[in-house]
C-alpha cells in the first residue's frame, strides 16, 4: 500500500449578494469535485493547494483558514493507496478559468447549487465547513 498527501481548498468569491463556489469536473464531466492535488517535496500543504487551484484552473487565491482533511481508499493499476488530503478555505484574487489537461471543466456555482453539484460525500462535507467559516 502506498500513502499519498494531497492538498485542495474550497475557493469563494461574492458577486453581488451570491457566494460562489469553484468547482471542476473530471472523468468526461461525470463528476464534481473540489480542487486537490499532490503535495509535491520541498512543499508545503498550504503552497500546494494554491498552486493545484492555480493549474487546475487559473484562479489565484489566498488562505484564510483551515478546512480540515479527509481521507479514503482507492486502486490505481492494481495497487492500493491510502490517501489523506488536507483543505482549505480560500478566497478569490484574480484569474479567468482557464481549466488544464488534468481536468474536464472548472465553473463558479452559487453556493446552493455547488452543494448539490459535488459528487463526493466528502467533499460536501468540506463544503459545509467552508460555509460556517464564510457566514459565522
Do not use: C, H
Not at 468569491?13 to 469535485?33: F, H, M
Not at 487546475?56 to 478546512?67: A, M, P, Q, R
Not at 463544503?127 to 464564510?134: D, G, S, T, V, Y
Request: proline letters at 2%.
Amino acid at each position: 500500500m502506498k500513502k499519498v498527501f494531497s492538498a485542495g481548498g474550497v475557493v469563494y468569491k461574492r458577486e453581488g449578494k451570491d457566494l460562489k463556489i469553484l468547482l471542476i469536473s473530471i472523468k468526461q464531466g461525470k463528476v464534481w469535485a473540489l480542487p486537490k492535488g499532490l503535495v509535491e517535496k520541498n512543499e508545503t500543504p498550504q503552497q500546494a493547494a494554491l498552486r493545484e487551484i492555480r493549474e487546475e484552473t487559473g484562479i489565484d487565491g489566498k488562505i484564510i483558514d483551515e478546512l480540515g482533511e479527509v481521507s479514503y481508499w482507492f486502486y490505481l493499476e492494481g495497487e492500493k493507496y491510502f490517501k489523506t488530503v488536507k483543505y482549505y478555505l480560500v478566497e478569490y484574487i484574480n484569474g479567468q478559468i482557464t481549466p488544464q489537461w488534468e481536468i474536464d471543466n472548472a465553473e463558479w456555482f452559487k453556493a446552493d447549487e455547488a452543494l448539490n453539484k459535488l459528487t463526493y460525500e466528502s467533499d460536501k462535507k468540506i463544503l459545509e465547513k467552508a460555509f460556517r467559516k464564510i457566514y459565522g
